[in-house]
Protein backbone atom coordinates (compact mmCIF):
# COMPACT_ATOMS: atom_id res chain seq x y z
CA UNK A 1 0.00 0.00 0.00
CA UNK A 2 1.42 3.32 -0.96
CA UNK A 3 0.75 6.22 1.60
CA UNK A 4 0.85 9.91 -0.09
CA UNK A 5 -0.32 12.70 1.78
CA UNK A 6 -3.29 14.79 0.96
CA UNK A 7 -1.54 17.71 0.60
CA UNK A 8 0.60 16.10 -2.50
CA UNK A 9 -1.84 15.28 -4.09
CA UNK A 10 -3.81 18.40 -3.57
CA UNK A 11 -0.57 19.65 -5.00
CA UNK A 12 -0.22 17.39 -8.02
CA UNK A 13 -3.95 18.43 -9.13
CA UNK A 14 -3.54 21.51 -8.33
CA UNK A 15 -0.30 21.96 -10.75
CA UNK A 16 -2.03 20.31 -13.37
CA UNK A 17 -4.78 23.00 -13.47
CA UNK A 18 -2.24 25.16 -13.14
CA UNK A 19 -0.11 24.11 -15.85
CA UNK A 20 -3.45 24.67 -17.98
CA UNK A 21 -4.43 28.26 -16.75
CA UNK A 22 -0.77 29.23 -17.20
CA UNK A 23 -0.94 28.11 -21.03
CA UNK A 24 -1.29 31.32 -23.31
CA UNK A 25 -2.52 30.85 -26.97
CA UNK A 26 -1.92 33.97 -28.92
CA UNK A 27 -2.82 35.22 -32.64
CA UNK A 28 -2.72 37.56 -34.69
CA UNK A 29 -5.78 40.08 -33.88
CA UNK A 30 -6.12 39.02 -30.62
CA UNK A 31 -6.40 41.61 -27.50
CA UNK A 32 -4.10 41.49 -25.14
CA UNK A 33 -3.50 43.43 -21.28
CA UNK A 34 0.38 43.73 -21.10
CA UNK A 35 -0.36 43.74 -17.38
CA UNK A 36 -2.01 40.92 -16.72
CA UNK A 37 0.26 38.80 -19.55
CA UNK A 38 3.65 40.03 -17.18
CA UNK A 39 1.98 38.71 -13.97
CA UNK A 40 0.87 35.63 -15.57
CA UNK A 41 4.53 34.79 -17.56
CA UNK A 42 6.18 36.04 -13.56
CA UNK A 43 3.88 33.05 -12.41
CA UNK A 44 4.79 30.73 -14.82
CA UNK A 45 8.64 31.12 -13.86
CA UNK A 46 9.34 33.40 -17.06
CA UNK A 47 11.73 36.05 -15.61
CA UNK A 48 11.30 40.19 -16.12
CA UNK A 49 14.37 41.79 -17.71
CA UNK A 50 15.42 44.84 -19.89
CA UNK A 51 16.64 42.94 -23.10
CA UNK A 52 16.14 39.02 -23.88
CA UNK A 53 19.15 37.07 -24.50
CA UNK A 54 17.94 33.78 -22.67
CA UNK A 55 15.34 30.96 -22.36
CA UNK A 56 12.57 31.74 -20.20
CA UNK A 57 12.59 35.57 -20.32
CA UNK A 58 11.03 38.19 -21.66
CA UNK A 59 10.52 42.08 -21.58
CA UNK A 60 8.19 44.82 -22.51
CA UNK A 61 8.70 47.90 -24.16
CA UNK A 62 6.28 50.22 -25.04
CA UNK A 63 4.49 47.75 -27.31
CA UNK A 64 6.42 45.28 -28.09
CA UNK A 65 6.78 42.03 -25.86
CA UNK A 66 9.59 39.62 -26.22
CA UNK A 67 9.61 36.39 -24.69
CA UNK A 68 11.54 33.50 -25.41
CA UNK A 69 9.95 29.89 -24.63
CA UNK A 70 12.11 27.49 -23.19
CA UNK A 71 10.88 24.75 -25.70
CA UNK A 72 12.25 27.67 -28.93
CA UNK A 73 14.99 27.73 -30.61
CA UNK A 74 14.72 31.51 -31.29
CA UNK A 75 12.52 33.73 -29.09
CA UNK A 76 9.27 35.79 -29.77
CA UNK A 77 8.40 39.44 -30.84
CA UNK A 78 4.94 40.14 -30.28
CA UNK A 79 3.96 43.84 -31.74
CA UNK A 80 0.41 45.49 -30.30
CA UNK A 81 -1.50 48.18 -32.04
CA UNK A 82 -3.52 49.25 -29.19
CA UNK A 83 -4.40 45.91 -26.88
CA UNK A 84 -4.34 44.25 -30.11
CA UNK A 85 -1.33 41.47 -31.33
CA UNK A 86 -0.17 43.25 -34.85
CA UNK A 87 2.46 40.87 -36.03
CA UNK A 88 3.95 38.00 -34.50
CA UNK A 89 7.41 37.26 -35.13
CA UNK A 90 10.91 35.28 -34.44
CA UNK A 91 13.80 37.16 -33.79
CA UNK A 92 17.65 36.88 -33.14
CA UNK A 93 18.83 37.80 -29.93
CA UNK A 94 22.32 39.42 -31.14
CA UNK A 95 21.22 41.16 -34.16
CA UNK A 96 17.71 41.96 -32.91
CA UNK A 97 16.81 41.25 -35.83
CA UNK A 98 13.42 39.36 -37.47
CA UNK A 99 13.76 35.97 -38.79
CA UNK A 100 10.50 34.77 -39.52
CA UNK A 101 6.63 36.21 -39.40
CA UNK A 102 3.85 33.35 -37.40
CA UNK A 103 0.13 33.35 -37.27
CA UNK A 104 0.14 31.56 -33.33
CA UNK A 105 1.98 31.14 -30.70
CA UNK A 106 1.49 29.19 -27.78
CA UNK A 107 3.44 29.79 -24.41
CA UNK A 108 3.50 27.03 -21.81
CA UNK A 109 5.16 27.58 -18.23
CA UNK A 110 8.93 28.41 -18.36
CA UNK A 111 9.03 26.22 -14.69
CA UNK A 112 7.81 22.66 -13.76
CA UNK A 113 6.04 24.34 -10.59
CA UNK A 114 4.06 27.24 -10.60
CA UNK A 115 3.53 29.21 -7.61
CA UNK A 116 1.13 31.71 -6.94
CA UNK A 117 -1.03 33.05 -4.38
CA UNK A 118 -3.38 29.80 -4.30
CA UNK A 119 -0.35 27.46 -3.87
CA UNK A 120 1.67 29.73 -1.09
CA UNK A 121 -1.76 29.64 0.94
CA UNK A 122 -1.59 25.56 0.74
CA UNK A 123 1.65 25.78 1.52
CA UNK A 124 1.00 27.27 5.05
Given at each position: MLLHPLKHLQMNILQKKLFLEHSI?????????????SKLLVESGYERVDMVEGKGEFSIRGGLLDLFPPDSIYPYRIELFGDEIDSIRTFNTESQRSIDKVKTLSIFPAKEVIINEEIKKLCH
Amino acid sequence: MLLHPLKHLQMNILQKKLFLEHSINLKIGKQIDFNELSKLLVESGYERVDMVEGKGEFSIRGGLLDLFPPDSIYPYRIELFGDEIDSIRTFNTESQRSIDKVKTLSIFPAKEVIINEEIKKLCH
